[in-house]
T-cell receptor, first 116, second 114 residues
């Protein structure tokens, strides 16, 4: 079974600052995917970024980037030039690869607050 | 991408009753997933619903409590049976269009049991 750990229950930064959310995971799988999801108060789950484990290059989506360290089983999210709209819960999630039918395993989440 | 319509968006129910949540997808998908998010908590997978076969339940969830239907490739329902206040949660359905691409989520059903 997989586990996902987010050690920061809450973080608060000033607008325009850079913030990094941490995530570690444990798995015996070699083929898997990692995700960061954002959940604003509307409770809609929104994909922020995804990473394929077999790709060494870190994924980037505009202001969002990850630091994927496969050997250390670490998958942190960096948000640059943070904006008020980034305020939300952020969940790190794991999905096994291959042809299985497994869902996502989520971490407990980090509540990110962007202060004006 | 996929557009998922989930109904109802919220409900307040009496203990001992049952609520059926519907999830409609705008494209055909093989797998649909149901998650529970207890207040202030993360998402936990309840079960995986594959069209044409019985749903597969995760540890701690049983079919008698959370029966699932999957009549076709675009629709699924989750029933929360014999509800108690501990069932008060957000319930979300989700689909994968392609393994590992991303999971798309419905907007969730906020259930309060009184």
């Amino acid at each position: 079974a997989q586990t996902v750990t987010q050690s920061q229950p809450e973080m608060s930064v000033q607008e325009a600052e850079t913030v990094t959310l941490s995530c570690t995971y444990d798995t015996s799988e070699n083929n898997y995917y990692l995700f960061w999801y954002k959940q604003p108060p509307s409770r809609q789950m929104i994909l922020v970024i995804r990473q394929e484990a077999y790709k060494q290059q870190n994924a980037t989506e505009n202001r969002f980037s990850v630091n994927f360290q496969k050997a250390a089983k670490s998958f942190s999210l960096k948000i640059s030039d943070s904006q008020l709209g980034d305020t939300a819960m952020y969940f790190c999630a794991f999905m096994k690869g291959g042809g299985g039918a497994d869902g996502l395993t989520f971490g407990k989440g980090t509540h990110l607050i962007i202060q004006p | 991408s996929a557009v998922i319509s989930q109904k109802p968006s919220r409900d307040i129910c009496q203990r001992g009753t049952s609520l059926t949540i519907q999830c409609q997808v705008d494209s055909q998908v093989t797998m649909m997933f149901w998650y529970r998010q207890q207040p202030g908590q993360s998402l936990t997978l309840i079960a995986t619903a594959n069209q044409g076969s019985e749903a597969t339940y995760e540890s701690g969830f049983v079919i008698d409590k959370f029966p699932i239907s999957r009549p076709n490739l675009t629709f699924s329902t989750l029933t929360v049976s014999n509800m108690s206040p501990e069932d008060s949660s957000i319930y979300l359905c989700s689909v994968d269009l392609q393994r590992g691409s991303s999971a798309f989520f419905g907007q969730g059903t906020r259930l309060t049991v009184v």
